[in-house]
């Protein structure tokens, strides 16, 4: 696992004094890989129920069982490995999502995709953490909020790229086609590091399952991270079948380019939105953002009746939802300091969770409403995550 090659630096060089080791960017390509897999289902999700003879609210469990199982699984992964070599469980967890997602592709029935997108949730719970941790051990002490924030890039740029891509792939090659590419990704990025080799970890405490939910005990805590859960709930509702929405409604087939403006919507917000935390208090940037949010989302079925609406809807919903990222953590980390690592690890689980929440939800709706209706429904735990944050202020 630790193996060099001329084109690689060795273990004493891989601690660049100025420069990013550039195996922060096969980390980052590796979490393209992953972000790319998250979002993808959405995008190719009539052509699964189409394929596979299921309907458009089953297949949407896609989206539910590899959201969930990341959920639940990342913390229990991340006490079962701990004590296990870091770099030998990143790499065996980033090939592994390589193959989930060709075992995808190569599913021959609709129960055995379900049952390789729940693997594939298991692999991307194990390898985001560790890639984050490794990602600031390869940078100097200066430019370590530099490589966290490529190894994050990978994830968002998923949004803009890797996702629209896969969908593109879909309508043109067929979905299988779609988590190919997700399986070449991830095992590109596999082969490169197994050459390149990554420095030996540094030591660190590990964490007991008990120790990981401890903060869950506090009423305060769990009335923080709530509110999260209830928004991503609502936003997933919708964006889980947005691919079958925007074809309804526009009467188009390809809507490739406009999920690109979800997720071009996601990127600007990470820039703005650090730029915003450093000046105003998060409890005040949540409300106006998740405020913002809520309108938007009861805008989309009235508005989306062009292309160019379509588009720019899409783009400030992507906005202002990822605009609620960062003053959302500064929040819990106001609430409680002394769990940091252990509370921003459960933030990221209620992301998925609310993912897994909003994709079940949105499907059971589908059996009794129109697709239109789905982001209303959405507003409703958007509502009610207001509500809380507004009687629970934090620090």
């Excluded at 949004?159 to 090659?173: D, R, S």
């Excluded at 105003?280 to 062009?306: H, M």
């Excluded at 379509?310 to 929040?331: E, K, V």
């Amino acid at each position: 696992m630790t193996q060099t090659t001329a084109s690689c630096p060795t273990m004493r060089d891989q601690q660049p004094r100025a420069g990013l080791n550039p195996r922060v960017f096969l980390l980052s390509l590796g979490m393209f890989a992953l972000g790319t897999d998250a979002f993808i289902v959405a995008g190719v999700l009539p052509l699964i129920a189409r394929d596979t003879g299921v309907s458009t609210g089953l297949a949407g469990q896609l989206v539910t069982v590899f959201s969930l199982t990341y959920g639940l699984a990342a913390p229990l992964l991340a006490a079962l490995t701990g004590r296990w070599p870091r770099n030998r469980v990143l790499l065996g967890a980033l090939g592994l999502l390589g193959l989930a997602n060709l075992a995808s592709a190569l599913s021959p029935s609709f129960p055995i995709l379900l049952f390789t997108r729940l693997l594939a949730g298991c692999f991307a719970a194990t390898y985001t953490p560790l890639a984050f941790a490794a990602g600031i051990e390869l940078a100097p002490p200066k430019r370590r909020g530099l490589a966290l924030a490529l190894v994050v890039g990978g994830l968002n740029i998923a949004t803009v790229l890797g996702a629209p891509l896969g969908m593109w792939i879909g309508e043109q090659l067929g979905w299988r086609l779609s988590f190919i590419l997700v399986a070449a990704l991830a095992i590109v990025a596999f082969l490169c590091l197994v050459i390149c080799g990554l420095p030996e970890a540094a030591s660190s405490v590990s964490l007991s399952l008990r120790e990981r939910l401890k903060p869950i005990a506090r009423l305060r805590i769990v009335l923080a991270l709530l509110p999260a859960l209830l928004w991503n709930i609502g936003v997933y509702v919708l964006y889980t079948y947005i691919a079958v929405f925007l074809q309804q409604r526009l009467h188009i087939t390809d809507v490739s380019l406009l999920l690109a403006c979800f997720g071009l919507g996601i990127v600007f917000a990470n820039v703005l939105s650090a730029l915003l935390s450093n000046r105003f208090a998060p409890q005040r940037l949540v409300i106006i953002f998740l405020s913002t949010l809520i309108v938007i989302q009861l805008a989309l079925p009235l508005l989306t009746t062009t292309v160019g609406s379509a588009a720019a809807l899409l783009l400030l919903w992507g906005m202002s939802f990822a605009l609620l990222f960062i003053p959302q953590q500064q929040r819990l980390l106001n609430i409680a300091p002394e769990h940091a690592n252990v509370i921003l690890a459960l933030n990221n689980s209620a992301l998925y969770l609310g993912i897994a929440g909003g994709a079940a939800l949105g499907g059971l709706a589908l059996r009794t409403f129109a697709i239109t209706q789905l982001g209303w429904i959405g507003t409703l735990g958007m509502l009610l995550a207001l509500l809380m944050i507004m009687s629970n202020p934090g620090k």
